[in-house]
């Protein structure tokens, strides 16, 4: 069975930092680019940054550069999203996916950044 568990959201104040993790299981991750996206309150999906398969090229949405790391570690099959210098804005549920031959999507975890 194909799994993305997303962990590692909450309630941060404006300024404060979350890493998200999100956790494969069930296909060849190796082989696999992985993204984070994100959809807040009334809105659509929103791409916010990319990895290729093997860690080599990350990709980020303006508003996220030098804020926002993406990395991976295959042999962990994880890839995880460390925020930092959270805006209110930045409130969203975060999704991690999975492209490749298949498309696999995680089930979120919540983001809040609020005083």
């Known amino acids: 069975e194909v799994q993305l568990v997303e962990s590692g959201g909450g309630l941060v104040q404006p300024g404060g930092s979350l890493r998200l993790s999100c956790a494969a299981s069930?296909?060849?991750?190796?082989?696999?680019?992985m993204a984070w996206v994100r959809q807040a309150p009334g809105k659509g999906l929103e791409w916010v940054s990319s990895?290729?398969?093997?860690?080599?090229?990350?990709r980020y949405e303006d508003s996220v550069k030098g804020r926002f790391t993406i990395s991976r570690d295959n042999s962990k099959k994880t890839v995880w999203l460390q925020m930092n210098s959270l805006k209110p804005e930045d409130t969203a549920v975060y999704y991690c996916?999975?492209?490749?031959?298949?498309?696999?999507w995680g089930q979120g975890t919540q983001v809040t950044v609020s005083s």
């Open positions: 990895i290729n398969s093997v860690g080599g090229s990350t």
């Open positions: 069930g296909f060849t991750f190796s082989s696999y680019g």
């Open positions: 996916y999975a492209v490749g031959l298949h498309i696999y």
